[in-house]
């Protein structure tokens, strides 16, 4: 069974455009985060939420905006796409909100603005 | 800022040869570090993590040592398998519970 996963794997949309990608994890854990990684497999970190509680949130465009339903699912909505958003966007989940402890990552969104 | 760098952006080794890549970290405050395996089109997987008070920790066919002194750690990967070709990445944790990760270093095992 997928433990975290995200849909869909690959995004292609104009700029301007709106567009969402939605991670679930079925691994009973509190905390969940989107990571942006560049073209040069460079990992930054965007948001972390625990227990559907925003609690950290790097500098980031307020065009993204992650949204939490429950514990198990954290949603990421992008306004206004831009050509500098393509990237491979990663979701992940730990059982508490200690950083990088028992990481575990989603298979990837590659997003491509055109 | 905390950052953590590596040494060389790719790597080649032989099968079966040991692999060793390398790591440095800014911040003497941080006290925890991981190390990621990154397969193509996949996201980081978890390989072996090293808190601040050891300097060495052994997993199955992997090393990371630890240098607080020069703010170094590396990975050692021991008879390095096709399998083992990945991007590697090292990441910290410093006192603040921020997490860093470094920039990445792709390994290429040649068999």
């Known amino acids: 069974d997928t433990a975290v996963s995200q849909t869909p794997k690959y995004l292609v949309t104009q700029m301007g455009n709106d567009k969402s990608i939605k991670c679930e994890q079925n691994l009973g854990h509190d905390t969940m985060y989107w990571y942006k990684q560049d073209s040069k497999k460079f990992l930054k970190i965007m948001f972390s939420?625990?227990?559907?509680?925003?609690?950290i949130n790097e500098t980031v465009p307020n065009r993204f905006s992650p949204k939490s339903p429950d514990k198990a699912h954290l949603n990421l909505h992008i306004n206004s796409l831009e050509l500098g958003d393509s990237a491979v966007y990663f979701c992940a989940s730990s059982q508490d909100h200690m950083a990088g402890r028992g990481m575990y990552f989603g298979p990837g969104t590659r997003l491509t603005v055109t | 800022g905390e950052s953590v760098g590596l040494h060389l952006p790719t790597l080649s080794v032989q099968e079966g040869d040991n692999s060793i890549i390398n790591c440095a970290y800014s911040?003497?405050?941080?006290?925890?570090f991981i190390w990621y395996k990154q397969e193509s089109g996949k996201g980081p997987q978890f390989i072996i993590d090293?808190?601040?008070?050891?300097d060495k920790r052994q997993g199955q066919r992997v090393t990371v040592l630890l240098n607080k002194t020069v703010k170094h750690l590396s990975l050692q990967i021991a008879a390095t398998q096709p399998g083992d070709s990945a991007v590697y990445f090292c990441a910290g944790v410093n006192t603040g519970n921020q997490f860093y990760f470094g920039t990445g270093t792709s390994l290429t095992v040649i068999p």
């Open positions: 090293i808190r601040s008070n050891m």
């Open positions: 939420y625990n227990n559907k509680e925003l609690i």
């Open positions: 911040n003497s405050a941080s006290d925890y």
